[in-house]
């Protein structure tokens, strides 16, 4: 593996996440929420994040997995992972969210396949309110319309890794988010 770059540091990291969460906190003020965390990218952010929400707030995770050929680590640094927009549950929220509000806490909204799929499945369960936190954001490779409502950093077109992002599952527990040169 050639050299990381450090693109977001440590420092500026928990300085958005205290913002984003001082946001969530003001925007639900006097209500409960539950944090959804999406596996596994988004659980270093979510910890970080739910000690920012000064609320009544839960945790509960989802998990997610694309259909089809999932492309080797080097496909997909070079070229993204141009998934055929066709996801798979592998774990599923453990409560009942009708009439809940419910934050889906995400690493990196890239094309959007992901996250519209969540979307549309827990807006079908009712909940009171569903919004989502990002902390990375790719505009420039979305495929379908979705925009975060709480969003951390908007990138470039680049493959990053750190704080809970993996390249083959490696890298999630570096502090800073890091490039990983295309060459
Ligand atoms: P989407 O469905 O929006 O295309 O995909 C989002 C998922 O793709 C993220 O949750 C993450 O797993 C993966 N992903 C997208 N871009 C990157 C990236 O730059 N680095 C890593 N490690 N994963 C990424």
């Avoid at 998934?83 to 453990?94: F, M, R």
Wanted: glycine letters at 8%.
């Amino acid at each position: 593996m050639s050299e990381l770059k450090v693109l977001i540091s440590r420092q500026k990291i928990a300085k958005r996440v205290s913002e984003l969460g001082a946001q969530i906190t003001k925007d639900y003020a006097g209500q409960a929420v539950i944090l959804v965390g999406v596996l596994k990218g988004a659980t270093i952010f979510l910890s970080d994040l739910a000690r920012q929400v000064h609320l009544d707030a839960t945790f509960d995770f989802i998990g997610v997995s694309s259909y089809g050929n999932r492309p080797t680590p080097t496909q997909e640094l070079k070229s993204g992972w141009d998934s055929t927009g066709e996801v798979k549950l592998t774990k599923d929220v453990d409560q009942t969210i009708k009439d809940k509000n419910i934050i889906l806490v995400e690493d990196i909204l890239d094309t959007g396949l992901t996250m519209t799929y969540l979307k549309r499945l827990l807006q079908a369960r009712q909940p009171k309110s569903l919004k989502v936190a990002t902390l990375l954001d790719k505009p420039s490779r979305r495929k379908l319309p979705l925009e975060g409502d709480y969003v951390g950093f908007k990138i470039p077109d680049e493959f990053v890794v750190g704080y809970g992002l993996d390249y083959a599952e490696k890298y999630r527990n570096i502090s800073d988010i890091c490039v990983v040169p295309r060459k």
